[in-house]
């Protein structure tokens, strides 16, 4: 396809747990970052991957929270030790043009 | 540091009725600007961008939005609203994080617009 997937678009899982979110972003976008959007708020910026530059991980919330972009393509987003207030849709973008992001569908995550 | 401000939480107009989405952002440069739409269970899609040059931009959707620099503006509209345009908009401003050397939108919390047949 052409725009930016993700996986699983629904995540239910216990306290404590640990989960894994999948971005798959547009082929030959160097750009991608990571977003969290809570109920009723704006987009939270998480993190940021540019090309084999070290990541920007300034908006992580929690040491809990870790990213990694495998051959500058996939990304994975890890929560550890999941927590309620975790709960939220998880939104990746890619970036083509300078600031110009394209988001995929978004993974929910609910914590129980 | 950027921000953006969306002051409509939620606007409800009549279908047909024109739309006017307002946007305020503080950047201390040049802002690039964007709005992105949101319908329920998806992601964020492109509507318009603003980069330089004429002010007034013309996106898809038959949306438009116009910058006004004196006013750190950059209202989103529509001159006839249809029920499918019934999704949350959200404002965003492009910067560079000196700090970390990345580029970034910061984002408004959004206006959920709802549309009356």
């Known amino acids: 396809g052409a725009g930016v997937s993700q996986s699983p678009s629904n995540k239910v899982t216990e306290k404590g747990k640990d989960v894994e979110l999948r971005c798959d972003p547009i082929s030959g976008h160097t750009a991608l970052y990571w977003y969290r959007q809570s109920l009723g708020q704006g987009l939270e910026f998480l993190i940021y991957f540019q090309g084999n530059s070290a990541p920007d991980k300034s908006g992580l919330p929690s040491d809990r929270f870790s990213a990694e972009r495998t051959g500058g393509s996939v990304s994975t987003l890890t929560i550890q030790r999941t927590q309620q207030e975790d709960s939220a849709v998880y939104l990746c973008?890619?970036?083509?043009?300078?600031?110009?992001?394209?988001f995929g569908p978004g993974t929910r995550l609910t914590v129980t | 540091a950027q921000s953006v401000t969306q002051p409509d939480i939620h606007i409800t107009v009549s279908e047909g009725a024109s739309l006017e989405l307002r946007c305020n952002y503080s950047?201390?440069?040049?802002?690039?600007l964007f709005w992105y739409v949101q319908s329920p269970g998806q992601g964020l899609q492109l509507l318009l961008k603003?980069?330089?040059?004429?002010?007034l931009v013309q996106g898809i959707k038959g949306f438009e939005a116009e910058f006004k620099r004196s006013q750190s503006s950059f209202n989103l509209r529509k001159p006839s609203v249809h029920w499918s345009d019934a999704a949350e908009y959200f404002c965003a401003v492009g910067a560079l994080h000196s700090g970390a050397g990345s580029y970034q939108l910061t984002f408004g919390k959004g206006t959920k617009l709802s549309v009356i047949p």
């Open positions: 973008a890619s970036g083509g043009l300078l600031y110009e992001q394209y």
């Open positions: 603003y980069f330089s040059g004429d002010t």
């Open positions: 950047y201390g440069a040049t802002p690039y």
